[in-house]
């Protein structure tokens, strides 16, 4: 049994969308840290973000300039990487809207098409994309990961009347179960190549929520909602990329891990 390096992601090829600030930012410090090539993609200027990054090392951090709703800057993400790496270990598609509130009947459809497009469409299209160069990475002996940060708001009823935003991460989890059922599936048609697909779900965490989180009462009452009494960190979510891209998560595959303080167990007892 290899205990010792059940973590490992060291020299290992990371894509993280979105992965300048909030969780993204967290996510892509600590595959840096660990030792990882990790290209951050965003349509913002991406270059402070990423020299910030790799002081984390040993691994480095690359920007590279993609707004994700364009197929072809997607095109324009992956052959980067592939003319850089040659594979891609893991994808995190991370990128996404949030806080279009409008009562039902006012949601504008032009809001609800853009949410969806960032939030379902994107990582659809550059999984699509970046297939090939996971595929020359995974082997019997390592596995590549696809990994969709979703949303908690994806597996239960919120009520901020956020109408898209839910409904796209609910699209985004069950997209991740069927590339895990179809994709990794060994002995399917379009299977066989030792690639997991898995969801994240973040409960309340700094980025989308910050307008609830300017003042310590606000971070207390945002805390109050979890059993564990606070508001995530970006690192968290990023420990969870670790398992899940290392050894340590091979044979997880078609899950969705809910980090979320235990807000759904949580207002469940309360309720």
Request: glycine content about 14%.
């Amino acid at each position: 049994m290899d205990f010792e390096n059940l973590f490992q992601v060291e020299n290992k090829v990371i894509c993280v969308t979105g992965g300048a600030g909030g969780i993204g930012r967290g996510i892509a410090g600590a595959f840096v840290a660990y030792g990882a090539t990790v290209y951050i993609a965003s349509r913002s200027d991406l270059t402070d973000a990423a020299a910030e990054l790799s002081t984390c090392g040993p691994g480095e951090c690359v920007p590279v300039s993609a707004d994700l709703s364009s197929d072809a800057d997607i095109a324009a993400l992956v052959d980067t990487i592939g003319e850089r790496s040659g594979r891609l270990d893991v994808l995190v598609n991370n990128a996404a809207l949030g806080g279009f509130i409008h009562r039902f009947g006012e949601f504008p459809m032009d809001e609800w098409d853009t949410m969806t497009n960032v939030n379902l469409r994107a990582p659809f299209a550059l999984t699509q994309a970046a297939l090939p160069l996971l595929r020359e990475a995974a082997s019997d002996e390592s596995h590549a990961a696809v990994i969709n940060i979703a949303s908690v708001d994806g597996m239960r009823i919120a009520g901020d009347n956020d109408w898209a935003y839910g409904m796209s991460k609910a699209g985004l989890i069950h997209l991740t179960r069927q590339l895990a059922g179809l994709l990794g599936n060994k002995h399917g048609r379009d299977g066989g190549y030792n690639i997991t697909f898995n969801a994240i779900a973040p409960g309340p965490f700094p980025g989308m929520l910050d307008r609830y989180l300017e003042t310590e009462e606000g971070r207390a009452a945002v805390g109050a909602v979890t059993v564990s009494g606070r508001v995530g960190k970006p690192e968290d979510i990023g420990a969870a990329c670790i398992y899940l891209a290392s050894r340590a998560g091979s044979y997880v595959t078609g899950a969705v891990l809910p980090v979320d303080g235990g807000l759904l167990v949580g207002k469940m007892a309360n309720s």
